[in-house]
């Protein structure tokens, strides 16, 4: 009797810790697979990745969207992905629908930097309430302005739910182009100081530009460039790289793919860290020996992105110039465009 009693005491003590070991397993399952998984900018850590980031796709169930056939490509006269596999954002390559509904409910922030320096400050307002009607719709964004003059920094401007508005005081530069050779530092330390703890994505933008459509959750990726609107049909040795090799943006003649604006550019934190980050690095190399590259951020960006190609292209939609008049035919709908100016005039510096 009493050895049955011992049996059965055994057992039981078996059959406890199985079950224990099964709740442990499921319970480190259930972490794994939440792990990095941010409910938004409050729970966000420091050193965030980008497969913590890039959330998979779970869409829901009830959502009818027109079947994409192989055999049928959406646009036949334009390229829609580069040799290197990342797609090319045009008009007709996506569906709204779809990709809204995959990241709306990962609850994403969107920090987007603006430089509004001098005179420039007068674009900040168009930029501001054409952004409130097509950009990141949906989503939470937060601007961040960087300006010398913050009280002309719009009051009443309305902001939607989610959306914020923070103002960063910078020095007024001697020259114009100092604005332009700064961006990346300035971008570069903000990432560092704040930004890094309340988003998840990151845009710089030019202030004298104004969304005419969506520019939405299409855009977002780790790495993402914009095709220069008045270059994308030209063969790279047209493109106005810096060509002097004794600045450390130079680019051989038989180098690059596509010349990229750096009035949109953007990605995840880490990846833009890392761009505004290598490109402050050269500029100051640069500055250190005389050489000013001759587009100066610019010059640098294009340098950085033959390097480390971009995850993802926005057509040149998405950046698009005024001046040039009315849309080539390849262009079916002009989201964001450089507003025409007096140069000379807003500048103020030689």
Not at 10 to 35: D, I, P, Q, Y
Not at 65 to 88: G, H, N, Y
Not at 180 to 192: D, V
Not at 276 to 283: I, P, Q, V
């Amino acid at each position: 009797m009493i050895q049955k009693r011992e049996h059965l005491l055994l057992a039981l003590v078996m059959a406890g810790g199985m079950v224990l070991c099964w709740l442990a397993h499921r319970e480190k399952t259930s972490v794994s697979l939440n792990e990095g998984v941010s409910e938004g900018p409050s729970e966000y850590v420091e050193g965030l990745t980008w497969h913590q980031v890039h959330h998979q796709a779970v869409l829901n169930h009830r959502l009818q969207s027109k079947q994409a056939k192989l055999m049928e490509p959406v646009r036949t006269d334009v390229l829609t992905v580069t040799p290197w596999l990342a797609p090319i954002v045009w008009e007709g390559t996506f569906d709204p629908l779809v990709i809204d509904e995959a990241f709306r409910s990962h609850n994403l922030t969107i920090a987007t930097t603006v430089f509004a320096v001098g005179k420039y400050t007068r674009f900040l307002r168009d930029f501001l309430e054409s952004a409130e009607k097509h950009f990141m719709v949906g989503l939470d964004v937060h601007y961040y302005v960087f300006t010398d003059l913050p009280g002309d920094v719009p009051s009443n401007i309305t902001l939607g739910v989610g959306r914020l508005l923070s103002i960063v005081k910078v020095m007024k530069f001697d020259r114009w182009q100092e604005i332009s050779l700064r961006r990346m530092e300035l971008i570069q330390t903000a990432i560092e100081d704040h930004i890094h703890r309340e988003a998840h994505y990151i845009f710089c933008l030019d202030v004298d530009m104004r969304f005419h459509g969506r520019v939405g959750s299409e855009a977002l990726g780790r790495l993402v460039a914009a095709i220069h609107p008045w270059f994308y049909m030209y063969p790279r040795s047209k493109y106005p790289y810096e060509r002097r090799t004794v600045s450390t943006a130079s680019v051989p003649q038989d180098q690059g793919d596509f010349y990229y604006q750096a009035n949109i550019f953007g990605g995840a934190l880490e990846d833009v860290h890392r761009l505004t980050k290598t490109c402050r690095e050269h500029l100051e190399v640069d500055k250190s020996v005389g050489v000013e590259a001759v587009w100066q951020e610019e010059s640098h960006l294009n340098w950085y992105l033959v390097k480390n190609k971009p995850t993802k292209l926005l057509s040149p939609e998405y950046v698009w110039d005024d001046a040039r008049g009315g849309k080539a035919k390849e262009i079916k709908l002009v989201r964001f465009s450089s507003v025409i100016k007096n140069k000379a005039e807003v500048r103020e510096n030689p």
